[in-house]
């Protein structure tokens, strides 16, 4: 709870802005609590303009904007401190704003000014805090809060607000980007400060150092950091330059969140050489290096003698929490080479900068649970929309697409769950074959679902229609399928019921219908989806995906489930055979 919570606790407008700064929270706080907030010539001209009628009046004297100066008593009523905490201050007034001459109502104290409830005014407070911001910086916010003491009043000011809220904008803006003018933020002072890792390489030719600010908790990016390299996550950058073009995972893989000092983590999907591990503080810093031989094209050994031609550099990744919900993640390259490579050493400084922007925009996104589409997503979603397109457009191909992957013969075989719908009006027997074990292609099949593992089919396309899928990256035990869970399709359609399970061989969803709905003459569909799994051989399989429906003879629901659904059903479908089949075989 904030003070403001006591004067204003339930607003009708609440904006909150804030900066952070490179100075201690004392002198912050002595700056903002005590300083003359209106020094800019904007500021001061915009509450000039506004408080003329008033200064007129003679019941404002001076432009200034110095919390000490503001009070308010019987005679000369106007905004006052209503609350003054370390390192919290609550201003606020009661008014009716609208008028150009604002009139005012004196209130004794903050308890005063919450019990207010006169018709026809608004009560209007904002407040200052500064609070610590990693080390030695400090973070100062300014919240605004506005309410009414009746919808009449509201409405008037609401209509004020039109004309004046950018002014207001502007004015917090420029107080606030004067003081990061002239204070600075502590990331500008980032490449100052020592990092792990700095003394391990004394004679660096040179540094270079980047930071993001992540809303999560140290603990939540440490794994992100973890499981980097080739043939691991990846570097989350540019995969097709810096990952042979494998996409950087989106997920934590348990399997990569072990590392030891004196590891090498590949630089390539394909390589054994990269970045030796020099040095691990769990939660707080990952320190990477590595020395190079270019002339004989080798790793040595990180402490090792450097040859005549060489690349010595770390790669250093510090944590540092700012507040209970927001990490500061710097990263730092630090190198060391020889006369001979000062070359090509400045075109490498612009190729770093790209790639190390890129991959903290991308940690940033992953450890704030945002990483859910990216551009291949949306490039492989088109292509998609495309397929669906050309089937619906291409109905003499119906019969091929209704069996894509399977003969005649595999298609008109009976399947598990046929009985259910004896005769559907619409069904496609899907297939895929696998290089892989049966027993290795199960697990993905068992976790398939929107709330699970996903379709792996076009998840932007199922996006786009509000499904919220993220195609898993890897096995999940805990989601495997079994006879009572529901195959969840979007958030707000309700889930198939899953009647059938034999583990490793198939599971099957069914929607019946409504019986009553059904006696009654009303629209019904009774459906079934089948995932079939059928092993060809010790190290190859089949996945058969089987969808079959059945409806009332109204129009509308034969169009909906029938020939409206089955081109769009033929391109995700396939896809998700196809996904199934990637991971598997990787």
């Not at 201003?91 to 018709?119: K, M, N, R």
Request: charged content about 25%.
């Amino acid at each position: 709870m904030t003070a403001l919570d006591l004067v204003l606790p339930m607003p009708r407008k609440l904006e909150l802005s804030g900066v952070e700064l490179a100075l201690p929270e004392a002198e912050a706080w002595a700056l903002v609590r005590h300083g003359d907030l209106a020094q800019s010539r904007l500021v001061k001209a915009l509450f000039a303009i506004r408080t003329l009628p008033s200064r007129i009046t003679g019941t404002v004297d001076e432009v200034q904007l110095r919390i000490d100066a503001l009070a308010s008593s019987p005679d000369r009523p106007g905004f006052q401190v209503l609350i003054d905490n370390p390192r919290e201050v609550v201003v606020g007034a009661i008014g009716q704003v609208w008028q150009l001459d604002i009139p005012f109502v004196h209130v004794a104290d903050a308890a005063a000014y919450a019990a207010f409830s006169e018709a026809g005014w608004v009560k209007v407070a904002w407040a200052l805090r500064v609070s610590p911001w990693g080390t030695g910086g400090s973070r100062v916010d300014m919240e605004v809060r506005v309410d009414a003491t009746d919808d009449a009043s509201w409405e008037r000011f609401r209509r004020y607000w039109l004309v004046v809220g950018p002014g207001s904008h502007l004015i917090r803006r420029t107080l606030l980007g004067a003081l990061v003018r002239e204070h600075g933020r502590p990331e500008d002072r980032e490449d100052e400060r020592p990092l792990p890792g700095d003394a391990l390489l004394a004679d660096a030719s040179g540094q270079v150092s980047h930071g993001v600010t992540i809303a999560a908790p140290a603990e939540r990016i440490w794994p992100w950091l973890v499981q980097m390299g080739g043939g691991r996550a990846g570097f989350y950058s540019l995969d097709s330059l810096d990952n042979a073009g494998v996409p950087s995972a989106r997920e934590l893989h348990p399997e990569f969140q072990h590392l030891a000092v004196g590891q090498i983590i590949p630089a390539t999907p394909d390589g054994t050489d990269g970045f030796e591990v020099l040095s691990i503080d769990p939660d707080r810093a990952l320190v990477l290096g590595g020395l190079f031989d270019p002339e004989a094209k080798r790793q040595l050994p990180f402490a090792g003698a450097r040859p005549e031609r060489f690349w010595h550099v770390t790669w250093a990744f510090s944590l540092e929490p700012l507040d209970a919900a927001h990490t500061r993640l710097t990263v730092r390259a630090r190198a060391a080479f020889s006369p001979h490579l000062k070359l090509h050493a400045s075109w490498m400084m612009p190729a770093h900068q790209l790639m190390e922007t890129v991959q903290l925009h991308n940690l940033k996104r992953r450890a704030e649970g945002r990483a859910r589409d990216g551009w291949r997503d949306v490039v492989e979603g088109i292509g998609g929309a495309a397929v669906a397109a050309s089937a619906m457009l291409t109905p003499f191909l119906r019969a091929g697409q209704r069996r894509w992957g399977v003969d005649d013969v595999i298609a008109a075989r009976p399947y598990p769950g046929d009985e259910r719908v004896p005769v559907p009006s619409s069904s496609w027997t899907h297939g895929v074959e696998i290089d892989a074990p049966a027993a290795a292609v199960w697990p993905w099949i068992a976790q398939i679902g929107a709330d699970k593992g996903g379709f792996y089919s076009y998840q932007w396309l199922e996006n786009l229609a509000g499904c919220d899928v993220r195609n898993a990256e890897r096995v999940h035990p805990e989601w495997e399928v079994k006879v009572g869970d529901g195959l969840r399709l979007h958030p707000e359609m309700p889930a198939i019921p899953v009647v059938e399970v034999e583990g490793g061989r198939y599971w099957l969803a069914h929607g019946a219908p409504d019986p009553a709905a059904r006696a009654e003459g009303k629209p019904w569909v009774d459906t079934t989806w089948l995932f079939f799994l059928e092993p060809l051989g010790p190290n190859r399989c089949r996945f058969i995906s089987r969808y079959r429906t059945a409806t009332s003879e109204d129009l509308a629901t034969r169009l909906a489930f029938g020939a409206a659904i089955e081109p769009i059903g033929f391109a995700m479908d396939r896809r998700m055979l196809l996904g199934v089949k990637e991971r598997a075989e990787r």
